[in-house]
């Protein structure tokens, strides 16, 4: 079982940054992917980011792509969501969420297969 841990959300102005990070406990595999999701109330939740736990293939939403940055740091168990450039309309809960079914290729958008989820961190993005 792993267990995941969403920190370093907050409230910013628009044209900001902030740095999520996702601390990870539990036996993490090479074929697992992290994937970064965000829900505004009445919203589906949405992937905006993805990488696979050995940290070579990436994804972004055409929504953040070059605003957004994810990386993996396998020694401390943490992937990070750096948001550069916010927008209000990326005003959402951030969640963290593992795909243990992943091996390799696309990474798979459905919330529903995904295995592992944070609590979600707060990210409010002000005009």
């Known amino acids: 079982q792993v267990q995941l841990v969403e920190s370093g959300g907050g409230l910013v102005q628009a044209g900001g940054s902030l740095k999520l990070s996702c601390a990870a406990s539990?036996?993490?595999?090479?074929?697992?992917?992290m994937g970064w999701f965000r829900q505004a109330p009445g919203k589906e939740r949405e992937l905006v980011s993805a990488i696979s736990w050995s940290g070579w293939n990436t994804y972004y939403s055409d929504s953040v792509k070059g605003r957004f940055t994810i990386s993996v740091d396998n020694a401390k168990n943490t992937v990070y969501l750096q948001m550069n450039s916010l927008k209000p309309e990326d005003t959402a809960v951030y969640y963290c969420?593992?795909?243990?079914?992943?091996?390799?290729?696309?990474?798979?958008?459905?919330?529903?297969?995904?295995?592992?989820w944070g609590q979600g961190t707060q990210v409010t993005v002000s005009s």
């Open positions: 539990g036996r993490m595999f090479s074929t697992y992917a």
């Open positions: 969420a593992v795909d243990s079914a992943y091996y390799t290729g696309d990474y798979r958008r459905n919330p529903d297969e995904y295995d592992y």
